[in-house]
């Protein structure tokens, strides 16, 4: 199994104590949410038992009212029996909004309305037995309705203590849940205390064999930057070297091959009556040969030198560089070279955009098929970078080429039939490349080419 990183085991020892945290407060949180659910079901179990209770008691008063009445026959004994009948519809209405939640109970409640009415029913036939008879002691019939009036208070009793015990049930069963709820939440605040304390010793002593790491790491680190600082040092004066050596190199080249083609023209001068028309062509081929190789040796030198000669970063107005560009470029009259869109003017280093700038458009006359052509320059802003585009009309670029022409001394056409080094665009790829950008082309045979490259700001 692979070991992790040292930054994923310290936040991973991190983590332990800070998830054990999160648990337990949502298990506080939780505990809280199911004492107060258990709090508000107690509260509803006392308000059902409190209704039911008081219920019960008018159904009592109703009777104790009919029968003082019954016994005295004065008004006032039928005051509870009167009462009972207005607030009783109020306390059911009560029990049936409290019971909504529990259909056996809403079913229970049910049957008391139905029997509480047939009760009432019962009083009531009572009360007409009373005046229709007009006398003091109990009639056959008039004791059966009390009797009748008893076995239905009997059933109503039965039916609220039903109705109470179930509510007492469901209420002790919640306190349980409640117990339990609490029981977890213990367990898992001694959990997270346990889990805490040994994270915290884990992660002293992690830090501490970390901190030794570090502490060697960082000698390390230290040895590797003097050792860098040596190379940065020995590559530096390694530039110094090759620039000298490159110069020496290109002068000791160039010397000879000035000399060879000056004697070439003395020869050609000196000869000139003597020389037949053969010998003549091979000393303007030899004179082509020897300025080839001088042009070779500046390309070289150029693309040694590129990217990294540091110049100090100004103000660049770019549509007033192309137009210096074209103008020191002196394109054929009829060949038409158009600034499209707004260019930007920004701060960088002018002579390497010069450079790259004019190479393309350079190209692009150079290279076109003929003296009538098009180059249309263009640019769009990237965000860090501007988007050049440098698009010809010329004969376009086979797909296979795009890669390759931005080679060192690579040119698609023969050198015999136009003169090229092969080292312009190479010069520019590493000229953008060093500046943070990038160069590619779209191009179809025969349909011309277009050059982008990106140049940050």
Known sequence: MPKLPAVYRGALI??????SVIITVSGWMWSRQEETKANWWVNHTEEVMRESNVLFKLLLDAETGVRGYKITQEDDFLKPY?????????????????????????????????????????????????????????????????????????????????????????????????????????????STIAISLISYFVAVQFYRRSEGKVEEKAQELALVNASLAETNASLANRNQELDQFTYIVSHDLKAPLRAIANLSEWLEEDLEDRLDEDTSQQIKLLRQRVLRMDAFID??????????????????????????????????????????????????????????????????????????????????????????????????????????????????????????????LSIVKKIIEHQGGKIWLESQEGQGTTFYFTWLK
């Open 82 to 190: 009167q009462q009972a009948l207005q607030e009783i519809p109020p306390h059911l209405d009560s029990l049936d909004r409290l019971t909504q939640d529990n259909l056996p109970q809403k079913q229970r409640l049910e049957e008391i309305k139905l029997q509480i009415q047939q009760r009432l029913d019962v009083l009531a036939q009572i009360l007409q037995k009373i005046e229709t008879e007009q006398q003091t002691t109990l009639s056959p019939q008039l004791r059966q309705l009390f009797e009748e009036s008893q076995q239905k208070m009997d059933i109503v009793r039965s039916l609220l203590d039903t109705f109470q015990q179930e509510e007492w049930n469901l209420l002790n069963l919640r306190r349980a849940n409640l117990e339990k709820v609490r029981t977890v939440t213990n367990l898992l605040l001694i």
């Open 14 to 19: 991190l983590a332990i104590p800070l998830l």
């Open 299 to 424: 390309g070289l030198l150029r693309y040694s030198r590129a990217g990294r000669l540091k110049a100090e970063k100004t103000i660049v107005d770019v549509k007033q560089l192309l137009e210096e560009i074209i103008d020191s470029l002196n394109p054929p009259s009829e060949f038409t070279i158009k600034i499209n869109g707004e260019m930007p003017v920004f701060q960088t280093e002018p002579l390497p955009l010069q450079q790259v700038l004019s190479n393309l458009i350079s190209n692009g006359i150079k290279h076109h098929p003929e003296p009538k052509g098009k180059i249309e320059i263009s640019v769009s802003d990237r965000g860090l970078a501007y988007q050049f585009a440098i698009a010809d009309n010329g004969e376009g670029i086979p797909a296979k080429y795009h890669d390759k022409i931005f080679e060192i001394f690579q040119t698609l056409t023969s050198r015999e039939e136009k003169e090229s080094t092969g080292i312009g």
